[in-house]
Structures are given as C-alpha cells and as structure tokens.
C-alpha cells in the first residue's frame, strides 16, 4: 500500500491524527520538500514527534527513479508526504498512477491547504473565488514586469465579481518565497488603487491578514514567509465587515466593492 | 481567547493534531453540526477521543445566542468546532468578528477541506478549477429542473476552460443528503454527454471517484453520503491519465476535453 500523507501548513502538528497515525505506523516514509516546505518544522522535528525515520527525496528521487518506493509499496506500507495536500497539483499523480498500473493499492490522507486558509482567514467565501494563478519570479518570467496569465486571470475573475487568490513563487529547494509587498508592488502597476488581502503564514500561530490598495500594501512588510495575496472581487457585506477588522482595509476601498 | 478549530471530513481522526490538543486544553468546547456533519463519528466519539465533553448548538443557538460564548472566551479558552474548516465560508464570520469587537483574540486551526479533497482524490489540478457551485434540493428550489445559477457558473468556467465543483445540497439537521446520481440525472438535462466527476465519502477511509458522461452517472449508485460532482473544463494529459484510472472515464469522452 502507498499512501500519501498531507503534512498540512506549518509544524508537525498540522497533520490529521489519522496522517499521523499512518506515518507511526508504516514501514518506511518517504518524503519531499522541494514543492513546499513547513516553515515551523524540520525534518528532525518530523521524526522526533512521528518516532520514525523519513528519509527525504528530491525531485529527482521521486519524478526519475521511484522504483524502489514502488518496489517496497508492493508488499509493505510506504507512506509518501508532503506538505499541505499530497494530491492537490498534478505533481505527484505520476506517482499514484504509476502504482496503481502495478496493483498498488493507493490512499490519500488530505492535508489542510494554503488555498483554503487564504479564504478562512481573510472572511472571503470559499465559493466567491474563481481560478486562482501564480506570480513568479521576475527571473523565471522574462523582466520584471507583471506576467500576462496573472493579469488575465484576475480580469476574468473580476469581470464575474470573483476573488483571485495569487501564490507567490516558491523556491523550497533555495529557501527563496517570494514577499506579498513585492508581489503587491508587481501587480500595483496595474492595479494601483486597486483593493488587496494579504495572507502572511497562514496555517501558523502567527498568520497576518492585511487588506488596503495595492500600492500601499507594497510599501508594507509582512514578516516571514509564506505569503499569499487575495485581489477580491465583489464583497457580501459579511466579507467587508471581515477585511475591514481582521485586515484593517480603509471603509472607502471597501465600499466600492460592496454589492 | 475564542478558538476555531476545523474538525477535517470524516471521523474523530480527521482533524489537525494541533486542532486536537486545543480541543483537550480548552475550557469548554462548543460545536455545532447543521451546517455539516462527520459522517464517520457521532458526538460520543467526539468525546471519547478528545477525552471532554462537547456541547453541540442548533444555528439559533450559535447565531441568536452567542452571548454566553463570547462571556467565557473573554476570560478562559474556548474552541468552537465544525466538519471541514470551521471559517471556509461566511457562516461563521460573524461570531468571529463579534468576539474581535470585543478585544477576545481569536484563532483559527485550519481542518481538511471537501473542496481541496475533490481535487486531491479525482488527480484535476487545484488551480484548474473555477467558481465552485452548490445544487440545491428541487424542494428549495422552484421546480425541479437545473437552477440558473448552476448552468451559469458551469457555462462561465467552461467558456475558460475550467473545472466546476457541484457541492450537492446537505439538509444535516434532517441527515438528508443528496446523491451524485440524482445529481448528475438533473444536470444531464443540459449537458447529456458532458463528462463529469463524481466524488463519494471524500476524506474517508474508502473515498470512491467515478469519471463518465452525466447520463451515465445518474443511472449508476455511489453508496453512502458525502456525494460532490465535479464537471470537468479542459483537461491536462495528466488529468486525463487520473480520470481513466482512478474514475475509469471512457477514453473517447477523455479525448475531446484533452488540450
């Protein structure tokens, strides 16, 4: 049986009890952070708290040669974990599919996610958001200006007074997260006067939810990483009230929205 | 301090390790089952497992009569708990924001998501997905036929290549819940030969996926509740690999969607 095991947002504590349970209790754990990391754990701390061994792959480990995972998963149980959902991109249905051409019984133990954070902790409503995209990096994007598939998906989404949540790039294996200021400054040449909800650590102790244009949330500073940003699109009146007090968005901004 | 802790999708085991210990370390704990259930755990296992009482509100207790709530908050821990992520929607914003009115820090312990799970089980990418959608009973809704609202936002993701989830109405008060077959025999009225995604008992130990055209969905039978039907947009190789797979979708009804 391979299983995979979502480690949920930030510590060795954001993982159900039944992802726990598996990891306690297989015969060999395998693990990867090159997609995301728990900013509040290493993986000393992931052993120590799972009394169990995890041995760490890179992307190469798991995209090229997953074979012994395979191999193991055949007649014993594998878990495979990651942070937040195991499944919730594409990256790893490789993997899962892969073992179920061989026979492998497959189950997947889900992990809190960013995305729903980003919606719980700012008051926006789950179903209000429509396709959420990515800002990259200005070095993985040809200069620095704001990318077309960012500004094309928040335009579609605010054309349908829908919320667009923007990860900010990741660079697990560098140790580089992009900061929500510089992603506000990015899409502030845009969007200048436009309302943005920034999400900073979500899923730790300490999140942060900050909500004010664009153009003054870039001039802003948000602690460590990760961060998310929200650009909203219409607002229920319960929406505002929430940005307004957990994010301190001024009444004017919000008001426009409001429908 | 208020403390809203997510209880994740299915059972006693379902929701965070960090969820649980503030549930044992709590003052008092309140939940409440309307908006959602556990399928897999009645409030006894809730107790046993958490070793403490648990006091479960009907909606007018947690929305007409909060008062007392909010008076221990203020000086003792309480948690506060629900299915899924306690804050995903705005249901319950407002007792956030009128324990925040009256200086009672609150902190949110983020639960696995129906939503996320949708996507992690069926292998459809996270940010593939547009505005998500909810098929009310015919009894809530004048006549049975297929809500506006529905084909609206299964049309406007579509037009943009995108996935739509169909939340399936839930009256948990009354256990009533509806099922993907009556689900999809209803949107295959408009969209006969469209594929679509059925996911049953997300978060479970035995979660079932089955991917075919929505005529052919209504005449087959997923078993026991939570049912959420997906229609897919476009779809990547490695979706359409995951819905031959994992949902057994005929190639054909793949091939046309596949970009």
Redesign the interface.
């Known amino acids: 049986m391979l299983t995979f095991v ?1 480690l ?11 992802g ?2 598996a990891i306690r209790s297989a015969d060999r754990v395998v693990a990867e952070f090159y997609t995301s990391k728990l900013a509040g754990a290493a993986i000393e701390d992931l052993e120590a708290a799972h009394d169990t061994e995890i041995e760490v792959r890179d992307r190469t480990g798991v995209e090229q040669s997953p074979g012994d995972i395979l191999d193991d998963a055949a007649d014993s149980d594998v878990v495979f974990c990651t942070a937040g ?6 990256t790893h ?2 993997l ?2 892969r073992a ?2 061989r026979g492998i019984e497959t ?2 133990v ?4 960013a ?3 980003a ?3 700012t ?1 926006l ?10 800002l990259p990096f200005e070095r993985s994007h040809a200069g620095d200006d704001l990318p077309g598939s960012v500004v094309d998906t928040v335009e ?1 989404n605010r054309d ?1 007074g ?1 919320h667009t949540l923007v ?1 900010l790039d990741i660079d697990a294996a560098s140790d580089d997260y992009m900061r929500a200021d510089r992603a506000a400054a990015r899409l502030a040449d845009a969007y200048e006067d436009t309302l943005g909800v920034v999400v900073a650590r ?2 730790s ?1 300490d ?1 942060a939810v900050r909500a004010d244009r664009l153009s003054t949330l870039a001039g802003e500073s948000f602690g460590d990483p990760l961060h998310l940003l929200v650009v909203p699109g219409e607002l ?1 009146l ?2 505002r ?2 940005l307004a ?2 994010g301190g968005a001024p009444d004017t901004l919000l008001e426009e929205l409001v429908v």
Chains 1, 2 share one sequence.
């Not at 959902?85 to 594409?90: A, K, P, V, W």
């Open positions: 979502g949920g947002l930030y510590d060795e504590r954001s993982v159900t009890v039944a726990r349970d959902d195991t499944m919730i991109s594409t249905t490789d899962r599919l179920h051409e189950r997947v889900h992990g809190t996610t995305q729903a954070a919606s719980s902790l008051g409503q789950n179903y209000r958001f429509g396709k959420a995209t990515t579609g349908r829908l990860f979500a899923g102790p999140p229920h319960m929406e009230d929430a007090a957990l």
